[in-house]
């Protein structure tokens, strides 16, 4: 497995068509991947000597389907930019689920800042690594999400916990809007074709962004928080909004627009369109939901 490190040397980015926008769900794919400390999960920062768990959040136009991976994890040699190694893989997964992950124990002797886990996940198929032309691929010619991922070392007390969306309370168009396992459309929220410009609503407890310092600055830093919208129809009319560091209120509202697909894009059904939201504060922490709803 050392072996494979060099591929993924090179900046980790998704195949995607250029023809999509960003926020499209239109194929399976990878939209971020979640370090919980498995003795408390709300934490993102392992310690030296701790074990982790990398999750890797995926997101799908209809069923999910059955992951493939290879996921390798090595001390970095940065904590940002190119996932570069300083050392030999400790840890690694060549497996397949729903859910891609590796668990790692982070050595107790580590000298990084970070560790950096590489690797390749196919939705179809079973990675291929080419170690003459350092790429991947999946063995039946779909192609693959290869992936990059920073794992900071908590360290003399100083950690960082996820953000929470998941208990966030959600709006559409200014109703109460719950999280569904429902396969159709069934009980959803019904937004009529053509909608322009709906309004998809959340707002985050103030006391889950931390404060923080960095490195030979005594100044208090609050964290802000990176919302990341993504639909499988329909156009997001912002990639990003964000919370900002200088606010101060005790929940703190974001709200993002979403246009629904034209009346000639929809079945007599109607079509149900799944939204995952991601949020990051930016210093590894990550957290992520989904809602959904029917268009008609």
Request: net charge negative; proline share 8%; with cysteine.
């Given at each position: ?38 003795a408390d ?109 920073h794992i ?135 957290d992520a ?8």
């Amino acid at each position: 497995m050392t072996k494979l490190i060099p591929i993924f040397m090179l900046a980790a980015t998704a195949c995607t068509s250029t023809l999509d926008p960003a926020t499209l769900i239109a194929r399976d794919r990878v939209l971020g991947a979640k370090v919980t400390v498995d003795a408390d999960p709300h934490r993102a920062w392992p310690a030296p000597g701790e074990t982790a768990t990398v999750t890797w959040i995926m997101a799908s136009p209809g069923t999910a389907p059955v992951y493939s991976w290879v996921l390798a994890a090595c001390p970095a040699a940065t904590t940002e930019g190119f996932p570069i190694c300083a050392g030999p893989v400790f840890a690694h997964s060549e497996s397949s689920g729903a859910v891609p992950m590796l668990t790692l124990a982070v050595p107790a002797d580590v000298a990084s800042q970070s560790v950096v886990v590489i690797g390749a996940i196919c939705a179809s198929g079973t990675p291929i690594v080419d170690e003459t032309t350092f790429t991947a691929s999946c063995d039946d010619g779909s192609l693959p999400d290869e992936v990059s991922e920073h794992i900071f070392i908590a360290y003399e007390g100083v950690t960082n916990h996820h953000p929470n969306i998941v208990d966030a309370p959600f709006t559409l168009a200014g109703a109460a809007w719950s999280e569904t396992d429902a396969p159709d459309c069934d009980g959803l929220p019904a937004i009529a074709a053509g909608t322009d410009k709906a309004l998809l609503g959340m707002a985050f407890d103030g006391s889950a962004r931390e404060w923080f310092a960095v490195a030979d600055d005594p100044t208090l830093w609050r964290e802000e928080l990176q919302l990341s919208p993504f639909a499988t129809a329909g156009d997001m009319v912002e990639r990003y909004s964000y919370v900002e560091a200088d606010d101060t209120r005790d929940s703190s509202p974001v709200v993002v627009e979403w246009t629904a697909p034209s009346a000639d894009e929809i079945p007599a059904e109607g079509l149900r369109v799944t939204f995952t939201f991601v949020v990051r504060d930016l210093r590894g922490g990550i957290d992520a939901t989904t809602r959904a709803l029917c268009v008609r």
